[in-house]
């Protein structure tokens, strides 16, 4: 596999392909408020593992690869954004 062909959901580490599932050590969890959001998408554009999702009417996120970091929540020009901790997700 050339490193142009690469799913999005793969890391190239060194030779070797690596899942970038997220594992059960995310302490905290980005919730959109639905009613904030305003799909500017600048979210989208800074989350570092590109798991936000386009919805309808906002964006949310793929709790399957988000790794908690807030970025997404600092950078959101709406404040939509809040981080909880998982025990609250
Ligand atoms: S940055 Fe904020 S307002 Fe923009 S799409 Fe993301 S959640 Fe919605
Ligand atoms: S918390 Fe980090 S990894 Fe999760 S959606 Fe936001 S920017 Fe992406």
Redesign the pocket.
């Not at 904030?36 to 989208?44: D, L, S, Y």
């Not at 950078?75 to 709406?78: V, Y």
């Given at each position: 596999m050339s490193l142009r062909n690469v799913p999005d959901n793969m890391c190239p580490i060194a030779t070797e392909y690596t899942t970038m599932l997220t594992g059960d050590w995310r302490a905290l969890r980005p919730i959109?408020d639905r009613d904030?959001?305003?799909?500017?998408?600048?979210?989208?554009l800074y989350c570092p593992v590109q798991c936000?999702v386009e919805k309808a009417a906002?964006?949310d996120f793929n709790y399957d690869y988000c790794k908690g970091c807030g970025i997404?929540a600092e950078?959101?020009?709406?404040r939509?954004?809040k981080m909880v901790e998982e025990a609250e997700g």
């Open positions: 959109v904030r959001c305003v799909k500017c998408a600048t979210c989208w936000v906002w964006f997404c950078e959101c020009p709406h939509a954004i």
